[in-house]
């Protein structure tokens, strides 16, 4: 197969440097806002005559916005503030929300990467775009005034951003002024969540199935007593959000939140007669857990082609398992099964929740020959975390120690709490994927973050 890997290097080596190397290569800085994005060793930025093209990476981990590939067609999509971008490589037409623009230069291809001009993709994504030739920096900026539904006007309703169930919890993450009112209603059994003036977010109608009417359903699999989770908008004068809880057997709930009546609330599903405490609550240090990725968005994919959101989520679920026995800690998912969640919404989860710290869980992708563990912190109140977690995960992992670093990642920005982003092993790296995927090395990993967090919160 060696004359075949020959020739896909001419290739992509043809496609990438058309007419001779007349692509410079360097370490361009972006910045986000005025903040500098931490972009790892690995991604190099090009200025190929005249544009500025970046990986997909730089899109999707720093600017935060969901991307999709299609391989048959050679499809990249990025979509985020009710934007759809379709790129195709090798083709300078794009395609924003069905609409063709042009692109001065078609995204590449070049050893599983793909590059795409970072001008246009930003400018659609409704950024400001400024570059620097001289300091050879881009600068990205977003606007001061969105608004998120363009044509439908400033109605001041509260936004429903996501819902999601986890053991016996409803976690609804919202914005604004949100006041749930519950019902308990028999034949057949539910429990009735209702949210006067609101709706659902943009982003919430664009990752979940709704139809036309603005129904949907969460199906939830392994609880004994619920069936599954139903929302829709219940009524519009004024618009009501409904949620409900189908159950297959009478139960009681209490409700947590939202704090300060503005924001995120949960509804716990009552195993006794004792009302449940709320998450962190009673001296309680409470503790999200992010599987990154998930749903349409796969993550990076493996040396053997095993998608990262697989890894996260298994990773993820067992540190739950482990912090459920956890006398002292509370622990709340972003999520617990293959949902596409979006950044921001698993940031405002915590940010809510008033979280003690915030875990995100990762595998890297690079030249096949990177491997090791790396942990990112980006607020500096994170960085103690960052180091204590880090080490008990090196030890686990038992492969290269590539350090506590800055990184300028969207979940650990924009929490409040001490987070960090953990890059536990290289997915491109056929002996790292495999201890990834490894049970037993899962199950060491799964301790290991739980001592850490233990260490740093200083819980027995
Ligand atoms: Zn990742």
Redesign the pocket.
Known sequence: MKKFGFLLFLFVFMVAFPKGADASSYSAKIYLDGTELNLSSKVKVENIKGTVMVPIRVIS?NLGYSVGWKKSTQTVTVKGNGTTVEMVIGDKTAKVNGQRAEMTRAPILRGGTTIVPIRFVSEQMGLNVKWDNQKKAVYLTTPTTVNPNPGEGNDNLSTVDGISFSENRLTVAATGTVKPELMKLSSPHRIVVDIPNAKFSESFRKNNDLNASLNGELSVTGHPDVKKVRYSIFKNNPSTVRIVIDLSKAKNYTLHGPKNGTGSFSVELNTSTEPAPAPGAGGKKLVVIDA??GGRDP??IGATKKK?KDF?LALALKVEKLLKKEKNIDVVMTRSDDTFIELKDRAKLANDLKADAFVSI??NSGPSSASGTETYWQRESSEELAKVLHKHMVEAMGIRDRGVKYGNFHVIRETKMPAVLLEVGFMSNKSDESKLFNPTVQNKLAEAIVDGLKEYLKVK
């Open positions: 981990e990154g990725h993550g990076t990262e996260t990762h595998a």
